[in-house]
């Protein structure tokens, strides 16, 4: 089966070795607030802050071919244009190489005896890309060429970037001063940032004109100064600003040159913004640009980089008899944790960054993969999202990363959302053992004297469900639950509404999640513990208790559809997710989360819904949502069946919740079953990288199902819940490491005999040795500060 590349264990990086994978394979890079999307050619952009409202380099998603537009590099040898990353001239090199690893990426290319090689990264505490290019005569004659860099601005919006033209053909501004080309677009009126592509030596020419650089009449494979070997030393008024600059080097054989750029962003107080009229003021640029003058302060930031995520990534290690666990484990599956923690839904290769900001119930659960990681930030993040709820308890669907504001446009009315709050915040305090938070004051609405403590949110959201209960006692789905695309109240016959906002229909509504149900009863239980540990009330503890009794009891009455949990009940009262049902009998939401929460255990509800999920829903790549899958539109459950069959919500592989299946196994014990269903969606165990399409070392949204015209395709990847769900799936349920309030508990259900793990689990650093007897044994480690080296039989 074709190979474009493999992993590098050793160095934490995925090596490609082909540019022409199926798909841009892309990486991350940032920790702060400025941002990187960088691919295998190095195309993407960045932004500082939001995606949408301060993006710095232009990309056109739609573009064809895909993925034009990035940080290219241009040689011109003689007769021959290349790029080290092969795009976009596609010139045959005799070597090329893209290391992706932890927050930077390195693309090596190599023609007729110059080898190029490119290291990008955003050093930590600066708002800038740094570009180091080595470029090395590996021939035997002395070699004269030419070197080109170029990025193209964006407008800043990039929503209005790509729309508004009548404006943006006259906006664009720049200045060139010294090595830097400055874009200063609406600076001087209402913006205090601006951004610079420059470099630390002089250069021989340069073009800011977009026009000037490439030509009316082409593309970036030709510009014409590259083709032509000159620059227009062009200043860009209007139309498209671009920044290039041009070197006539000469090598030895043998010998080296490296030039430092520096893409950045700078903000300026209102009050400094210029020196002269009309002349922006450059100091923070030219300290950016100071601080990466030389290869040796590049080194040292780099190092610096590689301490940051070693240090993370060290915090769980695993080391089993089986190299693919190990990897994604310990490398991947965090890393991607972190990016998705960062971005939330808002930047990849299939999230445009204009459309979604963070949502309440996406960044809560992202909080699960990474509270281990970066607990001050979970705090800050739990806080930001408990400000967007209303006093009932509803809360905004998402806010802008910018703002912190909820957003007005999606609004709210998803009824699970309120419940992500608990599990967030639960997830955070059982790693830290910081329950001091629940005592933050927290406002609604971010309005300003509003605010309630963090336990009072946690209440009120519980509250939201049972002030919220259907006719059968489970709860009202509101505008949706989870599966945003099982659209109950929606009834749209119109192609112009969005199904995630529209609710034609919700007076007497009768629709009912037996999702939401399965996750209030075990966020319902894990928030009674939380409030026992504190020593909350006991009368305000067993009201909880009970209202989690009652919603088991009526999952039990009509919930159960004889052999697997219904998924909900529609605006009539309707079954969905029943074997009534002529489609969409099964679904893996409510067998995922009724399992979790182990309703019915001892009636035998739990292994007869594991047991169906595995007959009906399993597939070669995975489990698929529902089947059989809709084959047209049902407008009383709206985008679900908008869906072509095996894809998305409609019987696609949503990797997202096959974690909650394999939960569900590993709590009862099916070990054999748990670890198979893991092993299918984890993109370290996939051999068909061709047919897989996406990234082989992240996991996706989305893989096409059994019902879809290619099973197994991976859509969507890098930026989805998949990533702190497979976290939680590995790491507590499979491997057996769960915080407890006061602990690890160790519990593993997994196939493997004996394993170590290194944890470091608060002010404590563990050194396991497991010996997994596979008979379900557990033991409870009491938190001590300290190292420890242990040896746990279970
Ligand atoms: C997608 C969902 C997504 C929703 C909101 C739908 O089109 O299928 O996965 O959550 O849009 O953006
Ligand atoms: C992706 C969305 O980001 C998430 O909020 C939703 O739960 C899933 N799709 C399932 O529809």
Known sequence: MKEYGHFDDAHREYVITDPATPWPWINYMGTEDFFSLISNTAGGYCFCKDAKFRRIL?????????????????????????????????????FYECRHGMGYTRVTGEKDGLKADVLFFVPIGHRCEVHRVKLTNTGVAKKSFQLYSFVEWCLWNASTDMENFQRNLSTGQVEIEGNVLYHKTEYRERRDHYAFFGVNRKFDGFDTDRETFIGMYNGFNAPQQVLAGTSGNSVAHGWSPVASHRFDLTLEPGASEELIFVLGYVENLPEEKFVAPQIINKAKAQAMMDAFATGAQVDAAFAQLRVFWDDLLDRFIVESEVPELDRTVNVWNQYQCMITFFFSRSASYFESGIGRGMGFRDSNQDLAGIVHLIPDRARQRIIDIASTQFPDGGCYHQYQPLTKRGNNDIGGGFNDDPLWLIFGTVAYIRETGDFGILNEQVPFDNKPGTEVSLLDHLKISFKHVTDNLGPHGLPLIGRADWNDCLNLNCFSDNPDESFQTTENKTEGSKAESLMIAGLFVAEGRDFAALLDRIGEDPAYVDEVLKAVAAMESAVKKDGWDGGWFLRAYDYYGRKIGSDECEEGKIFIESQGWCTMARIGAEEGLCDKALDSAKKYLECEHGLVLNTPAYTKYFIDYGEISSYPQGYKENAGIFCHNNPWVIIGEAMAGRAEDAWRHYKKITPAFTKDQALRKVEPYVFCQMVAG?????????????????????????????????????????????????????????????????????????????????????????
């Open 58 to 94: 232009r990309y056109r998603y739609n573009g064809v071919p895909m993925d034009d537009g990035g940080r290219y590099y241009y040689i011109k040898d003689g007769d021959t244009v290349w790029n080290p990353g092969w795009k976009p001239c596609k010139t045959p090199l005799d």
């Open 706 to 794: 059994k019902d879809a015209a290619k099973p197994g395709e991976g859509k969507n990847s890098w930026l989805t819940g998949t990533a702190a769900w497979t976290w939680k799936a590995v790491s507590e349920a499979l491997l057996g490491i769960k915080p407890q309030f006061d602990g690890l508990l160790v519990e593993p259900c997994i196939p493997i005999g004996t394993y170590r793990i290194r944890r470091r689990f608060r002010e404590a650093e563990y050194d396991l040795i497991i010996r997994n007897s596979g008979k379900g044994g557990k033991v409870f480690i009491p938190y001590k500060p300290g190292k420890q080296t242990l040896e746990v039989d279970c």
